[in-house]
Nanobody, 124 residues
Framework: QVQLVESGGGLVQAGGSLRLTCAAAGRTFNNYRVGWFRQAPGKEREFVARIRWSDGRSAYADSVKGRFTISRENANTGNLQMSSLKPEDTAVYYC??????????????????WGQGTQVTVSS
């Protein structure tokens, strides 16, 4: 069992930045893939970014490419740096962890463990 804890959400003006953190309690992310998903009111949960912990390979949704950066901070903590935020980025953001293989990590079904979510609100 992996318990994930997100932090760093909040309210920011359009064009601003936020950094979200995902921490695994009691174990490391070694051999895992860590992803970020988001869900806006009335919409389905969508993929944002993911990173394979062993080699740091990452991927992004087209909507955030060039603005968001997913990274490894240490063995059990990862970050999602969000810049040039837009009102349409407003959502609850979820951290997730799953096996590094197989699959591409773009689907929520690729992940076993989920955090509780953190609210990000971008005002116009």
């Amino acid at each position: 069992q992996v318990q994930l804890v997100e932090s760093g959400g909040g309210l920011v003006q359009a064009g601003g930045s936020l950094r979200l953190t995902c921490a695994a309690a009691g174990r490391t992310f070694n051999n895992y893939r860590v992803g970020w998903f988001r869900q806006a009111p009335g919409k389905e949960r969508e993929f944002v970014a993911r990173i394979r912990w062993s080699d740091g390979r990452s991927a992004y949704a087209d909507s955030v490419k060039g603005r968001f950066t997913i990274s490894r901070e240490n063995a059990n903590t990862g970050n999602l740096q969000m810049s040039s935020l837009k009102p349409e980025d407003t959502a609850v953001y979820y951290c997730a962890a799953g096996s590094a293989y197989p699959g591409d990590g773009y689907n929520s079904r690729d992940y076993f463990y989920w955090g509780q979510g953190t609210q990000v609100t971008v005002s116009s």
